[in-house]
């Protein structure tokens, strides 16, 4: 059994004026190439939708991850979390979470952080540390019971000291409005 990849993509995108998942970046919608890169280094991918759930999920039609929606997706990123965990076998060896909106962190990207040993791995990037992390036992099992306000940075801002950090600069551009998607198009 290896790690899962959560992809957490259930926000309202509520910034970016439409669904920033659908949006297009190398030629497919960004949920599509956050997903398809993620497959590419392991065969249990889970997306969690929320907010536009029948559109996100038409997007990845035919596509060989799991999709699960979080019903109370808008109460934080901690239930949508908690809901894709619920997907996840509770003997699961870990799992690495990552964003939607992280149009330049690729399949390189993920195998970096899952090839480092140690119960937590964190992308380090512009002096901060976040996603993609890794967590496995025993912050698998902290991850579960997070609040459902609460991402899963703060479990790592908790316990920095077991935090193994690791270099990854395109982590640092997440895409929250449609200029920062323009700039990086150009």
Do not use: Y
């Not at 065969?43 to 109370?72: P, Y």
């Not at 076998?89 to 480092?116: C, E, H, I, K, N």
């Amino acid at each position: 059994m290896t790690e899962t990849i959560l992809v957490l993509a259930a926000g309202a995108s509520t910034r970016f004026g439409s669904m920033k998942q659908l949006a297009l970046w190398q030629g497919r919608p960004l949920i599509r190439f956050v997903v398809e890169e993620a497959l590419a280094v392991r065969g249990d991918v889970v997306v969690v939708v929320g907010a536009h759930a029948e559109d996100l999920t038409r997007a990845l039609h035919g596509s060989a991850c799991r999709i699960v929606e979080a019903a109370n997706w808008s109460a934080g990123p901690g239930a949508s979390l908690k809901a894709g965990l619920e997907a996840i076998a509770p003997a699961s060896p870990g799992v690495l979470v990552t964003l939607v909106d992280l149009p330049r962190v690729t399949r390189a990207t993920f195998t970096r952080l899952l090839d480092q040993p140690g119960p937590l791995v964190a992308a380090s990037f512009s002096d901060t540390i976040g996603a993609p992390a890794v967590f496995r036992p025993p912050f698998l099992e902290q991850l579960r019971v997070l609040d459902d306000a609460t991402g899963a940075k703060a479990l790592l801002q908790r316990h920095l000291a077991s935090v193994t950090p690791v270099p990854c600069p395109e982590a640092a551009l997440d895409v929250d409005t449609r200029d920062a998607l323009a700039a990086l198009n150009a």
